[in-house]
Structure formats: structure tokens, C-alpha cells
């Protein structure tokens, strides 16, 4: 059983940046980070493997960045240029494996989500 903890989300103007959090009791193979609209189905955004290779949503490719921190069993998503169209809550998943993509919906363990607002 693995434990998330999603923070830091927030209301922004366009143009500004956010970092979500999120702690885990411990890592997986596949950490990724996951979006709901309103009204729009759960989509991937970004996700990175136990071996720190990353890929994300073209919708975000240049402005949000997957991390994490080893040490400390956090993940982390750095959104720049935010956009009113990132609205949405925003979920911290992880899985065993083996596939790791942003394409995949079906992952283990979830967080509760934090929401992210962006105005115009």
C-alpha cells in the first residue's frame, strides 16, 4: 500500500507558476501526476520512472516539469506559464509497473488532489 499526499496547489493569474507537492510513503516504479478538468475526463500530465525518465501531455511539454525528491519521497510537478485551461484538480499517482505513461488511467494508488486555479 502506498501513501500520497498532494500540496500546494492554489489560485494564479495566467502567466504564473505553481508547485505541487506530493509525499509518499514510499516510491514506485512509475510516479506520475494526473489532472481533472471541469467537466473533462482524468488525463495525464507528466510521469517519471524509478529511473528518472520522464514524459509528458503535449498539452504541458515546455511549462511543467516532473521531479522528485529521493531523500525526502516526494514528487513534485513545477507548473510555469499557467494557462486558465490548466484549471482543473490535480492528482498524485503511483504504480508498480511495469508501464509508465501519461496515457494510462488505470494506475494503483491515488492521492485526494489538490486544486489548481488559474484565472484570466
Known amino acids: 500500500q502506498v501513501q500520497l499526499v498532494e500540496s500546494g496547489g492554489g489560485s494564479v493569474q495566467a502567466g504564473g507558476s505553481l508547485r505541487l507537492s506530493c509525499a509518499a510513503s514510499?516510491?514506485?516504479?512509475?510516479m506520475a501526476w494526473f489532472r481533472q478538468g471541469p467537466g473533462k475526463e482524468r488525463e495525464g500530465v507528466a510521469v517519471?520512472?524509478?529511473?528518472?525518465?520522464?514524459k509528458y501531455a503535449d498539452s504541458v511539454k515546455g511549462r511543467f516539469t516532473i521531479s522528485k525528491d529521493t531523500a525526502n519521497v516526494t514528487l513534485y510537478l513545477q507548473m510555469n506559464s499557467l494557462k486558465p485551461e490548466d484549471t482543473a484538480m490535480y492528482y498524485c499517482?503511483?504504480?508498480?509497473?511495469?508501464?509508465?505513461?501519461?496515457?494510462?488511467?488505470?494506475?494503483?494508488?491515488w492521492g485526494q488532489g489538490t486544486q489548481v486555479t488559474v484565472s484570466s
Open positions: 499517482a503511483a504504480d508498480p509497473g511495469p508501464y509508465c505513461s501519461t496515457l494510462r488511467r488505470d494506475l494503483r494508488y
Open positions: 514510499t516510491y514506485t516504479y512509475c
Open positions: 517519471i520512472t524509478d529511473r528518472g525518465v520522464t
